[in-house]
């Protein structure tokens, strides 16, 4: 297997001066990565991937911020408790963070799964929610229930949530072989599948290598009933919000956000498939950066 740094080597990698930390919140051990000066922009990643996601634009971000690059619960090298994935949770995880490291109000952008927590957080918190971007994944509602998992000739279907609801069996399947569902998610569902290199993956599979970690990662998925009903007694959100969408899911970013969201503007990234942060990071930038820049 490849040899993969460490989160703090990680951080020292990447331009500026980036550190790996971990704080004590919400009942947990959280890790991320800082560095960067101005307003908090919080970045939150997805499945099968770790704050390493975002290493393509965290330098160009912490110009104008100060960028921190959450693994949220059940990721990387934060805590992988038996419980607490639902976004709700998980949104307060962030929440404590932010506190602890002395914001009142941030920025977040969220990429699949930290989407979901930072649409919940702006939903939970709106208080402490200056901005927030949700980068090709919306929250789940009522909908979700009626995905297909049996294709039509010609398309794909998201298969993985229904395997991520399989308790045991995925762990029992993928400890210290999730190279193969690594290279499987991001080779379907990229525009270029060499936009993601081999390193970045081995450092996406070597963080998912264990049962413990795919279990944890299983749970995300797994909540998603309970994030359902949650998203039933939501109001409609105050915070601005931006989507940040591929041509797949753009249509349905702007179905959903004309009835939950006050201020919403959805836009869609040419180019690129579901890795919007690393298949077109500049573009991503822009845009992040004129959004929370108003």
Known sequence: MTSVPSDAELAQSLDGDFESR??????????????????PLFLLGGWPQTWWQFHKIMPALAGQHQVIAVDLRGMGSSDKPDSGYDKKTM???????????????VDIAGHDIGAIVA?????????????????????PEESWFRFSVLPRPGQS???????NQLRGLPETLLEGRSRHLVDAMLDLLTADPAAISDFDRSVYAH???????????????QAFPQDIEDEKGYHSLTPPILAL????????????LSRTAIDAEVVKIDGSGHFLAEEQPEA??????????K
């Open 245 to 256: 969408t591929s041509g797949h899911t753009y249509e349905m970013a702007r179905t959903m």
């Open 157 to 163: 279907v998201p298969w993985w949530f229904a395997f």
């Open 284 to 293: 991503v930038v822009q845009h992040l950066t004129t959004f929370l820049g």
């Open 91 to 105: 949104a307060g995880d962030i929440l404590a963070l932010a506190r602890f490291l002395g914001h009142e109000r």
């Open 207 to 221: 963080a998912y290598s264990t049962a413990e970690a795919i279990r944890a990662g299983n749970g995300w998925y």
């Open 119 to 139: 649409y919940s957080f702006a939903a939970n918190h709106p208080e402490a929610a200056r901005r927030i971007a949700l980068l090709d994944v919306l929250h």
């Open 22 to 39: 971990h704080a004590e919140v919400n009942g947990l051990d959280l890790h991320y990565v800082i560095g960067g000066q101005g307003d």
